[in-house]
């Protein structure tokens, strides 16, 4: 049974930093493509970053760009975001996920996904 669970968030003023963390376990995730994504009230859960486990490509989302970093720890199973210059509309829930691949669907789009972990808030205060 693959889990997958989130760590990291909390309260920080704007301008600050934090780093999320997701551990894996469950599965073999060499084939794996792991998001990030948010999702704040009343809005749709939108991509903030992945990465490819193996092969270490990422996307980000442009909002993000310059600001945050998806990295892996392939011993750890674990998947990091670093996030620097936060900002009060960075506020959301924030979600691991796991895609296995190959697959025809987008990494872009939470469909993509087979496993998500339950979030942990992020809130930026101004």
């Known amino acids: 049974q693959v889990s997958l669970v989130e760590s990291g968030g909390g309260l920080v003023q704007d301008g600050g930093s934090l780093r999320l963390s997701c551990t894996s376990s469950?599965?073999?995730?060499?084939?794996?493509?792991m998001g990030w994504f948010r999702q704040a009230p009343g809005k749709e859960r939108d991509v903030v970053a992945y990465?490819?486990?193996?092969?270490?490509?990422?996307y980000y989302a442009d909002s993000v760009k310059g600001r945050f970093a998806i990295s892996r720890d392939n011993a750890r199973n674990t998947v990091y975001l670093q996030m620097n210059s936060l900002k009060p509309e960075d506020t959301a829930v924030y979600y691991c996920?796991?895609?296995?691949?190959?697959?025809?669907?987008?990494?872009?789009?939470?469909?993509?996904?087979?496993?998500w972990g339950l979030g942990t808030q992020v809130t930026v205060s101004s």
């Open positions: 996920a796991a895609g296995s691949t190959p697959q025809a669907g987008i990494p872009r789009l939470p469909s993509f996904y087979h496993y």
């Open positions: 469950g599965g073999t995730f060499t084939s794996y493509v």
């Open positions: 990465i490819f486990w193996s092969g270490g490509g990422t």
